[in-house]
């Protein structure tokens, strides 16, 4: 699968993500500095997920209606770098053919996702 992640995205999952076989555009290597909407149009032109840790994301894209290619926000601040990795892929593995157009919530101890109807 093909994402673009935000520059809030750990390393430790870019780099798992793509040791895993995904296409990662990373915000932070190739055009730091972006403007939230510029990132949510990046990944739009591009009809890639956007993956960040930025709950911003989710007042742009509920509140102020925003277009986008599917957004996974990742929720687990509590959890160790290394189990944030684990459960990112577990849930990428389990849910790719539901990611894209949808926005979906990863936590510790739950996944929602929430097809958009734009």
């Known amino acids: 699968m093909r994402f673009v992640a935000d520059e809030s995205v ?12 995904h296409r990662i555009t990373s915000i932070a290597e190739e055009i730091p500095s972006t403007k939230d909407h510029d990132v949510l149009a990046f990944a739009m032109a591009r009809d890639e997920v956007l993956l960040t840790e930025d709950k911003d994301f989710g ?8 277009q986008h290619s599917g957004v ?5 601040n509590a959890m160790s770098p290394m189990d944030r990795v684990a459960r990112t892929l577990m ?9 894209k157009g949808a926005f979906t919530v990863i936590t510790a101890k739950r996944v929602r996702i929430r097809p958009e109807t734009l």
């Open 10 to 21: 750990d390393g430790n999952v870019i780099r798992a993500l793509r040791s895993a076989g």
């Open 59 to 66: 007042e742009i894209v509920h509140n102020h209606r925003k």
């Open 72 to 76: 996974v926000l990742m929720r687990m």
């Open 91 to 99: 849930v990428i593995s389990v849910h790719e053919d539901r990611l």
